[in-house]
């Protein structure tokens, strides 16, 4: 499997990403809300932006020099020494090889060796089992659910073995 590497996104990568940007409705609680995307540059410099604040960081997920995703660290509590993970990968041709698992293996060995965080919190709605088996695998455990998501943690441990 070729390895991804994370790197700090830049509005030109995220415009990258965002041209071959494909919506997933198993991501999308409510239906009637999915649209098909369609690339706006105007629109990516406005989420890129919004983006752009100290609670949060945001990756390119790289393979080859292209980005096929994006993971955040956000909601970055530094007194509390907490953050929350989402992942997005770009299309269905980068889905199921195994690169959200090792984006989110980099993300949290990022997020407790260079930002000190104890635990990093995620969830995702119930009708996404994909993006739960990956929590899985990363080690997160499911903590609690409501009637529309499943609700996850991962604790800094130093026998946690990461990517």
């Not at 239906?31 to 406005?46: G, H, I, L, R």
């Amino acid at each position: 499997m070729e390895k991804i590497e994370l790197k700090t996104m830049t509005r030109e990568l995220c415009h990258e990403l965002y041209k071959d940007w494909e919506n997933d409705d198993s991501i999308f609680m409510d239906m009637s809300m999915f649209k098909p995307f369609k690339y706006n540059k105007a629109n990516v410099d406005s989420y890129f932006d919004s983006k752009q604040n100290p609670s949060r960081i945001l990756f390119s997920i790289m393979l080859g020099g292209k980005p096929i995703g994006e993971i955040h660290l956000k909601k970055i509590d530094r007194d509390n020494k907490e953050c929350t993970l989402s992942i997005h990968m770009q299309n269905n041709k980068v889905k199921n090889k195994g690169y959200g698992t090792q984006a989110e293996q980099k993300a949290v060995k990022y997020a407790f060796e260079k930002l000190g965080m104890v635990a990093i919190n995620a969830d995702t709605i119930i009708k996404n089992t994909r993006s739960q088996h990956v929590l899985e695998k990363v080690r997160f455990k499911a903590i609690r659910k409501d009637d529309q998501f499943i609700y996850y943690r991962i604790e800094n441990n130093k026998n946690l073995k990461l990517g």
